[in-house]
C-alpha cells in the first residue's frame, strides 16, 4: 500500500511560479513510476509530467506538450516526495493537482494505469 499526499497548491498571478510536492508511505517508494495529473471543472483527468523508473536509480522524464519548458518533475527518494516545479504558470494551468504512484514502467501518461492516487491540491493562477 502506499499512501500519497500533495501539497504547494494555491492562488498564483500568471507568469508565476509554485511547487507541489506529494509526500508518499510505503515501501519501495523508489521503484514506482510517479505521474502528476491534473484536472480542471468539466473536463477529463489529463496528464502533465511523469518519472518513469528504469531501474537501479534511473528515471525518466515524460511531459505533456502544454507544459514543457515550464514544469520540471523531480523525486527525492531518501524522502519518499516526488516534485513539480512550475514556472511561467498561465491561466489555463488552473486545476486540482493530483500526483499518483504505478509498478508500471509503460503508458504512464494514462491515469487507468496508476495504483495509487493522492486526494488533489487547487492550483489557481488568475490573469
Known amino acids: 500500500q502506499v499512501q500519497l499526499v500533495e501539497s504547494g497548491g494555491g492562488l498564483v498571478q500568471a507568469g508565476g511560479s509554485l511547487r507541489l510536492s506529494c509526500a508518499a508511505s510505503g515501501r519501495s517508494f523508489s521503484s514506482y513510476s510517479m505521474g502528476w495529473f491534473r484536472q480542471a471543472p468539466g473536463k477529463e483527468r489529463e496528464f502533465v509530467a511523469a518519472?518513469?523508473?528504469?531501474?537501479?536509480?534511473?528515471?525518466?522524464?515524460d511531459y505533456a506538450d502544454s507544459v514543457k519548458g515550464r514544469f520540471t518533475i523531480s523525486r527525492d527518494n531518501a524522502k519518499n516526495t516526488v516534485y513539480l516545479q512550475m514556472h511561467s504558470l498561465k491561466p489555463e494551468d488552473t486545476a486540482v493537482y493530483y500526483c499518483a504512484a504505478t509498478r508500471s514502467v509503460v503508458r504512464v501518461r494514462t491515469p487507468s494505469e496508476y495504483t495509487y492516487w493522492g486526494q488533489g491540491t487547487q492550483v489557481t493562477v488568475s490573469s
Open positions: 518519472l518513469t523508473w528504469g531501474g537501479g536509480n534511473t528515471y525518466y522524464a
